[in-house]
């Protein structure tokens, strides 16, 4: 009789598409994999809103459900509302106390509402929003992987991280993170699996150590 295959979905970071897993690959005889995208919050529209309206996209039972940097917390919202079999938490946090200390000031202060969103269409800043300050020396790179240039959507992603509220990590969560992370520092970082030199872009430039662990990490 023919082993059924998992089913894995796959979330990718802010303003970013399926495109930067595209170098992950898992066994064909084992896996079925499905690449999820943003799509435009509607006005208002809370987080956990958001995740269910993703939801719809799930069309398997008991799947494995992975995302990386804010794709992780909106997976973890999902998870809310689905049965996943594993909860893949990739370059993000798993609670409100693993976000750095820049990010609760900015949720004291409201800060975040005077950043220059209204200056997404330039690939510099948003590579900045999305993963940090040293991406802008790939730029190009960058061009390839950040399709989602609306204002509205980058104003709503950024009050969602720093707003949320989650207390205690989910269960069934693993959490794969870079000791070089600088948009969510490894030092705020709990019970995880600390990938060498892994940057938050590691899913794009480390897909290698992401090729040779994942089956094991989803199959154990």
Same mark, same amino acid.
């Given at each position: &009789?023919? +082993?059924?295959?998992t089913p894995v979905?796959?979330?990718?970071?802010?303003?970013?598409?399926?495109?930067i897993f595209k170098h992950i690959k898992l066994s064909e005889d084992e896996f079925d994999t499905y690449f999820l995208e943003w799509f435009l919050p509607e006005k208002q529209e809370t987080l956990a809103d958001y995740a269910l309206? &993703?939801? +719809?996209?799930i069309k398997h039972k008991n799947i494995i459900l992975i995302g990386v940097s804010f794709g992780g917390i909106l997976v973890q919202e999902m998870a809310k509302h689905i049965k996943v079999r594993?909860?893949?938490?990739i370059s993000s946090v798993k609670t409100k106390h693993e976000l750095p200390r820049r990010m609760k000031f900015a949720k004291r202060t409201k800060i975040y509402k005077?950043?220059?969103?209204?200056l997404v269409n330039n690939i510099e800043v948003l590579s900045k929003f999305a993963f940090g300050n040293l991406a802008t020396k790939r730029l190009e790179l960058y061009e390839e992987y950040l399709s989602v240039r609306d204002k509205s959507y980058i104003d709503w992603?950024?009050?969602?991280?720093?707003?949320?509220?989650q207390e205690k990590p989910l269960p069934n969560t693993i959490h794969i993170h870079?000791?070089?992370d600088l948009v969510f520092p490894m030092r705020h970082i709990s019970n995880c699996i600390a990938?060498?030199?892994?940057?938050?872009?590691?899913?794009?430039?480390?897909?290698?150590?992401?090729?040779?662990n994942l089956p094991r990490l989803i199959q154990e």
């Amino acid at each position: &009789m023919k +082993q059924e295959k998992t089913p894995v979905y796959f979330m990718p970071g802010m303003a970013a598409n399926p495109s930067i897993f595209k170098h992950i690959k898992l066994s064909e005889d084992e896996f079925d994999t499905y690449f999820l995208e943003w799509f435009l919050p509607e006005k208002q529209e809370t987080l956990a809103d958001y995740a269910l309206r &993703m939801t +719809q996209k799930i069309k398997h039972k008991n799947i494995i459900l992975i995302g990386v940097s804010f794709g992780g917390i909106l997976v973890q919202e999902m998870a809310k509302h689905i049965k996943v079999r594993k909860l893949f938490v990739i370059s993000s946090v798993k609670t409100k106390h693993e976000l750095p200390r820049r990010m609760k000031f900015a949720k004291r202060t409201k800060i975040y509402k005077l950043l220059p969103t209204s200056l997404v269409n330039n690939i510099e800043v948003l590579s900045k929003f999305a993963f940090g300050n040293l991406a802008t020396k790939r730029l190009e790179l960058y061009e390839e992987y950040l399709s989602v240039r609306d204002k509205s959507y980058i104003d709503w992603s950024i009050e969602q991280i720093i707003n949320w509220d989650q207390e205690k990590p989910l269960p069934n969560t693993i959490h794969i993170h870079g000791e070089k992370d600088l948009v969510f520092p490894m030092r705020h970082i709990s019970n995880c699996i600390a990938v060498k030199n892994g940057t938050h872009i590691m899913v794009i430039n480390k897909f290698k150590w992401f090729n040779e662990n994942l089956p094991r990490l989803i199959q154990e």
